[in-house]
């Protein structure tokens, strides 16, 4: 069983459109993220979100929302897609890390989204 | 401003070899140090990890020395092998203790470790 699952892998769409990825985790973890890792394979942090918080860093626009149905999902939905969201974006989900460093992240296998 | 500085940016290590890749911190509120592999097509997955209340921590062939008065880490790869080509992440975060931690980044280093 895959850990943390996204869905599409591949998304090609026109400039203006709106869009959404899927991400489930079945490992029971607390907090889920979304990361964007540009075409410099930047890993930039764009949300996380557990029960109780979300997080957005302030350089998102806000074009972009994360939807939680329940804790196991978290979904990105894209407005008014642009040429410069082309990128490929990575849903990862964790545990606290109490005192331990023997946890982090678990890491999607990413959905390449390719605005045109 | 970025807070978490990765160098090199490549590296072509020979079989055999050993390869260090280097990361520097700013924000000394950082407590959680941890290094991240990446296959092409594939996420990034933890490595090892570091707490700043140990300089050295090593798991496998693959070693984590912290220096925190430096406010540098890096990562030693033993014996490096043409399985370990990949591009290697550090990143840092603070712990809120409320258990949602945000992972910051170095620009990666691509290994290429070569018959």
């Known amino acids: 069983d895959t850990a943390v699952s996204q869905t599409p892998k591949y998304l090609v769409t026109q400039m203006g459109n709106d869009k959404s990825i899927k991400c489930e985790q079945n490992?029971?973890?607390?907090?889920m993220y979304w990361y964007k890792q540009d075409s410099k394979k930047f890993l930039k942090i764009m949300f996380s979100?557990?029960?109780?918080?979300?997080?957005i860093n302030e350089t998102v626009p806000n074009r972009f929302s994360p939807k939680s149905p329940d804790k196991a999902h978290l979904n990105l939905h894209i407005n008014s897609l642009e040429l410069g969201d082309s990128a490929v974006y990575f849903c990862a989900s964790s545990h606290p890390l109490g005192r331990s460093s023997n946890y982090g992240y678990t890491f999607g296998s990413g959905t390449r989204l390719t605005v045109v | 401003q970025q807070q978490v500085k990765q160098s090199p940016q490549s590296l072509i290590v020979q079989k055999g070899g050993i390869s260090i890749i280097n990361c520097a911190y700013e924000n000394t509120a950082f407590d959680y140090f941890p290094w991240y592999q990446q296959f092409p097509g594939k996420g990034p997955a933890l490595l090892i990890a570091i707490r700043p209340d140990v300089s050295e921590k090593k798991e496998g062939r693959f070693t984590i020395s912290f220096n925190k008065s430096a406010k540098q880490f890096s990562l030693h790869i033993m014996d490096s092998q043409p399985g370990d080509s990949a591009t290697y992440f550090c990143?840092?975060?603070?712990?809120?203790?409320?258990?949602?931690?945000?992972?910051?980044f170095g620009k990666g280093t691509k290994l290429s470790v070569i018959p």
């Open positions: 979100y557990n029960n109780k918080e979300l997080i």
């Open positions: 990143a840092a975060s603070t712990d809120d203790g409320a258990g949602s931690y945000q992972l910051t």
């Open positions: 490992l029971g973890h607390d907090t």
